[in-house]
C-alpha cells in the first residue's frame, strides 16, 4: 500500500511538472507541437489531454479570481460604455442627417461632374480629330505640291517632297485607308520618275552625240588657228634671223598663249546628265546609272570608229576625227565636273580603244592612197586632233607613232611627184643661160638659192651660168623640203632634222641626180647641152647648202643658244601692269576681294607659263630657254612677296602669299633645272618638292626638252661626247614617265 502511495505521489509530482511545463509553454505562446508528437509516439494522448484540461482549469481559477478582484471597475467600465453607446447612437443620428443633406447636394454636382467628364472627353476626342485633320491636310498639301512638281518635270523638288512624306508623315497618317494608298504609290512614283529621268537622259544620249561632231570640229579649228598663228610667228622668226636682225631672243623666249573658253567649244547643256545622275543617287541606285551611263557612252563610241564605206577616206576623215575629239572633249568635261559618274581608269579604257580603232583604220587607209598630198591632208587633222585632245590630258603618242610609220611610204610619193616635175622641167629646158633684167629677178632665182659666186651685185642684166632647168630645180627641191617637214612636223618627234636630211639625200641622190644622168646618156643632147648641163650641176651643187640649211632646225624650232643672263624685257611690263591692277583694286575694294584677284591673276601667269610649254608652239626647248623664264619667274615671286606685304595682306592671310599661286610654275621650272630630275618618280621628293605637278603634263614638257641645242651637224659633232649625268637622269624620267603613263 506504501509503495503504490508513492507510485502515486511520484505521478503526482511528475503530473505536476508536466503541467508546469505545458502551462510555461503556453503562456509563452511557444508550439506545441513537439510535445503532442511526443505524447502520440510515447503513446500517452490521455495523459496529454489530462494535462491540457488541467491547465484550462487552472487558467479558469486565475479568470475568476481577477474577475473578483476588478469586479467594481469592470461594472463601472460597463456603465461608461452603455454611456458612450448612448453618445455613439446621437453621433449616427447626426451623421445620418448630414449624409442626407451631403447627399442632396452631392447629386447635382455628381450631374456636373459626369457632364464635366463627357465635356473633357468630347474635347480630347476633338482636339485629337483637329490634330489628325491636320495631318491629313499636311499630307495632301505635300501630294498637291507633289502632283505639281511632276507635272512641270521637276522631279528632285519632286523627290524632296516624296522624302519628307515618307519619313515625317506617312506613319502618322491616323486615317489607314489614306495610309496604305501612299504608302503603295511611293514605290510606283519612284518608278515612273526613274523612267521618266533615264528617258530625258536617253534624249541627252542621243543629242550630245550628235554634238560631238561640231564640239569636235571647234575644238580642232581652234588648235589649227593657234597653229597657224604659231607658223607666221616662226616665219617671222625665221626672217629676222636671215636678215640678222636683233632681238631674236624675244622671240624665242615669248611664249605667247591664247586662253581658250571652254565653254565657247563644249556648246552642248551637261545640266540633263547632271539632273540624271543626281536624281538616281537621290533615289539610292547611282551605281546603276553608272554601269548605265558607261555601257552606253562604249556602245556610242564603237559606233563612232566604224568608218563608213559608202564615202571615201578622204572626203569622210575631217567628219570621223572630229567625232571622236568631241566625244572625249565630253568625256573629259564629265569625269571633271559629274561628281564621281565617271571613273579615271573607264576613260583611259575608251580611249585606249579609239586609239587602237584609228590606229587600225589609219593603217589601212594610208596603205590605199597614192598620192602624197592625200596622206599629208589626214596627216594634218590627225595631228590637229592630237594636238586639241592633248590639251585635255590625253595621251596621243601611239596615235603620232602611226603616222611616223607611213613616213617611208609619203616620202616615196612625193619623190615620185618631185621626179615628174623634174623630168618635166629637163624636158622643156632650151639649155640656154638666163639672162636676168632687174635687181628682183636676181634676187629671186639666184640670192633665193645661194647660187650666186660673188657677194657683189652685179650690173643688169645679168647672164647667168646656169639655164632655167636650176632655179626650176631648187624651187622642186624646196617644196620637197616643206612637205617633209610638214609631215614630219607636230608627230611624235620633235627632232627630226636628221630624218628631213635623210629624205632630202635620197631626192638628190636617187631622183634628182638620176634624172640628169639619164638625160645625159640618153644620147639626144648635143655638145653645147652638155656643157650647160654641167654649169647647172655646178650651179646645184651650191645650191645643196641652202637645201641644208632650209631643213636645219633653226628654220623650224628656234632655241636660245646662249644662256640670258637676265630675265626679258616684256616681265617688266608684266609687272608694271600687275602693279597698276593691284594699286587700283586696293583703292576701290576690300582686302578679301583684293587677295582674290591677286591670286587670279598670279595663277593666270602660273597656268600660262605651264600652258606654254605644252602648247604645239614649242616643239623643244633648252636648259637656255628655261634659265630666261626662271629669271622671270624670280621677278614676279619678288614683286608678289613684296604686294602681298606692303598692302597688308600678310597680316590677316598669315597662311597664304601671292608666291603660293606661281608654285606650280616654279616646281615645273625647278625640275627642269635639277640635276637629278629622275628624283620626280620618288614619291617622297615628288611630295616634299613637286607636289603641285602633273604626271602627264611633266611627260609631255620632257619630251620636249632638250639639254643642249645642235646647230646645222650639231647631231654629228656631239655623237661621241660624253652623256653628262643631268642628261641622263632626264633621259631616265623621260622613260619612267613614258612607262607610267
Known sequence: MESKAKRRVATENGDIGEDLVLATLIRNGDDLGPIVRHAFEMGRPESLLHQLKHVVKKKEVEIEELCKTHYEEFILAVDELRGVLVDAEELKGELSSDNFKLQEVGSALLIKLEELLESYSIKKNVTEAIKVSKNCVQVL??????????????????????????????????????????????????????????????????HIRSSAKDIGQTAIGHAASAR??????????????????????????????????????????????????????????????????????????????????????????????????????????????????????????????????????????????NSATHLLLVKDYVTLLGSTLRQYGYEVGPLLETLD???????????????????????????????????????SVVLSFNLQTSDITPAFPYIAPFSSTVPDACRIVRSFIKGSVDYLSHGAHTNFYDVVRKYLDKLLIDVLNEVILNTIQSGNIGVSQAMQI?????????????????????????????????????????????????????????LDALYKVGNGALDHISNSIVSAFLSDSVKRFNANAVMGINYDLKTLESFADEKFHSTGLSEIYKEGSFRGCLIEARQLINLLLSSQPENFMNPVIREKNYNALDYKKVSSICEKFKDSTDGIFGSLSNRNNKQSGRKKSMDMLKKRLKDFN
Open 141 to 206: 498639301e505635300l501630294c498637291v505640291k507633289f502632283n505639281k512638281h511632276i507635272s512641270e518635270g521637276q522631279f528632285y523638288p519632286a523627290l524632296k517632297t516624296l522624302d519628307l512624306i515618307e519619313k515625317n508623315y506617312l506613319q502618322n497618317i491616323p486615317v489607314r485607308a489614306v495610309r496604305m494608298i501612299v504608302e503603295k504609290r511611293i514605290p510606283i512614283i519612284k518608278l515612273h520618275i526613274e523612267k521618266k529621268v533615264t528617258s530625258q537622259f536617253n534624249e541627252w544620249l542621243v
Open 228 to 369: 597657224q598663228r604659231d607658223e607666221e610667228m616662226l616665219e617671222r622668226q625665221r626672217k629676222a634671223e636671215e636678215q640678222n636682225i636683233s632681238g631674236l631672243g624675244d622671240f624665242a623666249y615669248t611664249l605667247d598663249v591664247e586662253e581658250i573658253d571652254e565653254e565657247s567649244i563644249l556648246k552642248v547643256d551637261l545640266t540633263p546628265l547632271y539632273r540624271a545622275y543626281h536624281i538616281q543617287s537621290c533615289l539610292g541606285i547611282q551605281e546603276q546609272f553608272w554601269e548605265y551611263y558607261y555601257r552606253n557612252r562604249l556602245l556610242q563610241l564603237n559606233s563612232d570608229l566604224q568608218i563608213s564605206s559608202a564615202q571615201p577616206f578622204l572626203e569622210s576623215h575631217q567628219i570621223f576625227l572630229a567625232q571622236i575629239a568631241g566625244y572625249f572633249i565630253v568625256e573629259d568635261r564629265v569625269l571633271r565636273t559629274a561628281g564621281g559618274l565617271l571613273l579615271a581608269e573607264q576613260v583611259e579604257k575608251m580611249w585606249d580603244t579609239a586609239i587602237a580603232k584609228m590606229k587600225s583604220v589609219l593603217e589601212e587607209q594610208f596603205s590605199h592612197m
Open 405 to 443: 610609220k607611213s613616213r617611208d611610204k609619203y616620202h616615196e610619193l612625193l619623190s615620185e611627184e618631185c621626179r615628174q616635175q623634174i623630168a618635166n622641167v629637163i624636158a622643156s629646158d632650151t639649155y640656154e643661160q638666163m639672162v636676168l633684167k632687174k635687181d628682183t629677178d636676181y634676187e
Open 534 to 590: 654641167a654649169a647647172n650641176i655646178s650651179a646645184l651643187e651650191r645650191a645643196c647648202d641652202f637645201f641644208l640649211r632650209h631643213c636645219s632646225p633653226t628654220m623650224w624650232d628656234p632655241n636660245p643658244r646662249k644662256p640670258p643672263q637676265s630675265g626679258n624685257d616684256y616681265i617688266i611690263e608684266v609687272v608694271i601692269y600687275l602693279d597698276t591692277l593691284l594699286s587700283t583694286a586696293q583703292q576701290i575694294l576690300p
